[in-house]
Structures are given as structure tokens and as C-alpha cells.
């Protein structure tokens, strides 16, 4: 199936619809018609659609990931045993520059594959490599061609950088007026725009104004990195944007790990969301823990993200599995400032967090994020019949606490088969790989 204009009925399968209305339910079927899910029901009858035997297999809403740095893929594991600090000087100090368009075109286009491969349909490439507007345009390019749903954000470029992240005074480049006029302005496309912003903890508060108000001008959303470490939760970043007045709903804050209370509170009474990366939180020394706990006691929507591949795993199963662990690990302890039982972060509180919670941050909650009649059809299914799933007694625990990037089966994007039988479809790895070697090889030459 390479058109969405085809029907596409996916049959007896245990759907777990991410809607509460719909549910979980068992031997149900799923039609898509035009690239969006027309019905979900028993005994759907629709003659002349592709049937997707579904037995045996849980039907999900393709994942979503809030905050993937993907420009970074061909550079897998550089720096799992680096803190972060080195990790900044080491991806942005030493290698950004190094970046060529192509090379950001191969992380791009390897990244998405991989994101597709373990069931993610639609990430936020936080691209913070923009060195020169072919940059972009190749961060772009490796997006759509490999089918993912993606908001693409742009970001700032890592040549004279210490003039872009130092308090700097310089406004956000041009190019993203120039991309959004004549590349990516249709919001209803499957790759959209975003700025990926500094915020006040890397510029100036004028900066971060006028960035804002350019984001804003041409109706996108921004994602800024915030309290990721102590000494930028020190500087107390949102409640400058706060008395700034430049708090609202279009905003995503990134990790968020060393922000107060006082200043999580403030995100939600403002309708700001949070993308957080439990893997890196949890694992990369300097970030801090997780804030999943506080996060979700203040209100704040929140969703899942894998951010780099540099660090860590490229799916959302090791984040939920982490984000799981960590979270119920806090709640136990006097660490955390909530005094919910662990009961209270359930694995369907996870799955959310990886499916509806993650549109909702990316402004794509009407679209994508759960299995309902009228969104996007971007459907995952899962073989249960797997021998580290079967029986499979709770199809979300499996989900969440068990389930690798290995028992995707099927991965559906706005209608069009992009995995089937557990290979991707239409991708020639081999010659992905050449690329990725190619690329890995030049960036890291001394």
C-alpha cells in the first residue's frame, strides 16, 4: 500500500484504542479510508479495502515523541559514559561545526527509519545543527523521505557558537521565515514547523522576545530546553518568562528537571507543556531526576521523548519502561514532593504519556495520539504471539513494561504501510548504512 487513498481494513485485533470511550477491546477492527480511521468496531464490513490480519497482535496509536535531537543518529553511544557538560562541549563545541548538510540529511533520514522501525509515527526533530540554510533544507528532506509525521524545529547554528548560547543578544535567524514561506507552510502536512528555541537560560530576555514573537507571527509553536542541569534551574528561566508575560499554550519546555515547584506551576496555569526524556534524566550525569512526579501533581500535560541517540536508545519502549521505574522509585522515597502511592502511575498513565500526552505537546491532540474516528491513521501493531509477550494477561503492561522495537509488526503513517511483516517498507538499508558509516566516520575524525 504506497497511497492513503486506498481503503485499509485491519481485522481482529486486541485495539488498544488510547480513546475512553472506545477502550481496550479484544477481536476489533479497524478501517481507515483517505489516511484517517473512519471506524473501530466488531465485524466491520468494507468491500474492496487491503485486510490487514490483525489476530494475534495488539493495535496501538503510532507513538509519539516529543523531543528527538535526530540530527545526532549517525553519532550513536558517542557519549553514554560522558556527563553532561562533556556532552554539550563534545556534540555541540567539537562536532557541530564539523556537520556538513549531508551529514544532517543522514542523521535525519536514519533517525526517522529508526523511529518508524520501533513504532513512532510522529516525533519533534529538535534541530538545534542550523549552520547554514541548507542545513535545514537537508533536515527537511531526510524527514520526508522517510515518512514520518514530524514537526521540525528549527534551531540555531554551532558555528560561533558561544555568540548563539552565551547570553546571547543575537534574534533567531531569518531562515525560519524563509522555511516556513516557501518549504513548510501547510499545518495540515505531514511534516510541520516549530521553532526550537534558547529561552532565557542561553540569550538575552530581549532575544527571547523577539524570538517568540517572530514563532508566533508566523503561527508555529516553540520548544526551549529548561532547568536541564542545576545551574540553568538556578536561573529560574520560566518565572522570567513569566514576568515577562510570555507564558502560553504554544510553549513546550523541555526536561524541566531542576525548575521549582513554584515555577512547574506557573507552566500549568499557563497551558505549557513538558517533554521529558526519562532514559537521559535518569542516566545522564548533571541533568537530575526525572520530574514526572511533580510534573503530573501540578497539572502540567507532558509527553515522552528519546532526545538523543548520541546518549541513548532511539524508541519510546526503553522511555517508558524507564519512565515507569523511575517515577514509582520516587513517589517511594522522601525525594519526591507527591505522596501518590505508586498505584497512582499506572502503565496506562505511561502509555498515555507516549501516545495523547505527546500530540497534546506537540499541539497535535486532535490529530494524532489515539485510535478515534476522525483522527490520522497512524496505527502500530504489536505481535502478542512473542515469546517475551505471550500470554499476554495486560495488553498495556505489555506495552509499557515489556514490549521492544522487535515486536513491531506493522507501523501505519496517515494511511500508508511504512513496516509490514517486521521489515520497513521501501527502504534500501544498505545503502542507509553506507551513508550512516560515511557520515559517522567524517564527523568523528580527529
Known sequence: MSKATTALL?????????????????DTDVLVRNGTIAEVG??????????????????????VDAHKHTWQSAVRHRCTGMDLMTYFGEMFGRLGSRYRPDDVYVGNLLGALAALDAGTTTLMDWSHVQNSPEHGDAAILGL???????VFGHGWPLVDLPEWIMGSSRDHTDDLRRIRNDLLFDDDALVTLALAGRGPELSTMEVTRNDLAMARELGIRTSIHMGCGK?????????QMNGAGLLGPDLTFVHCSENSDDELRMMADHGVGAAVAPQHEQGFPGIGHTPIDRLRGLGVTTGLSSDTEAFGASDLFTQMKTAL?????????????????????????????ATQGAAEVLGLGDRVGSLSPGKAAD???????????????????????AAHPGNVDTVVVAGVVRKR??????????????????????????
Not at 545551574?231 to 518565572?239: E, H, K, T, V
Not at 507527591?338 to 505511561?350: G, R
Open 42 to 63: 466488531q465485524g466491520i464490513v468494507a468491500p474492496g479495502a487491503e485486510v490487514l490480519d490483525a489476530s494475534g497482535m495488539l493495535v496501538l496509536p503510532g507513538l
Open 231 to 239: 545551574d540553568f534551574g538556578a536561573m529560574a528561566a520560566i518565572a
Open 421 to 446: 511483516g517486521g521489515a520497513l517498507v521501501g527502504v534500501d538499508q544498505d545503502r542507509l548504512r553506507d551513508l550512516a558509516e560515511e557520515s559517522n566516520r567524517r564527523i568523528l575524525s580527529t
Open 10 to 26: 485491519i481485522t481482529g485485533g486486541w485495539v488498544v484504542s488510547g480513546d475512553p470511550v472506545i477502550g481496550t477491546v479484544k
Open 379 to 401: 496505527i502500530v501493531l504489536i505481535r502478542a504471539t512473542d515469546l517475551n509477550l505471550y500470554p499476554v494477561t495486560d495488553p498495556v503492561a505489555a506495552v509499557v513494561n
Open 144 to 150: 520526508r523521505e522517510a515518512g514520518v509525521r514530524a
Open 325 to 353: 521505574a523511575a517515577t514509582r522509585s520516587r513517589v517511594n522515597t522522601v525525594e519526591s514532593r507527591f505522596e501518590d502511592p505508586p498505584s497512582a502511575f499506572s502503565a496506562a498513565d505511561v502509555f498515555h504519556l
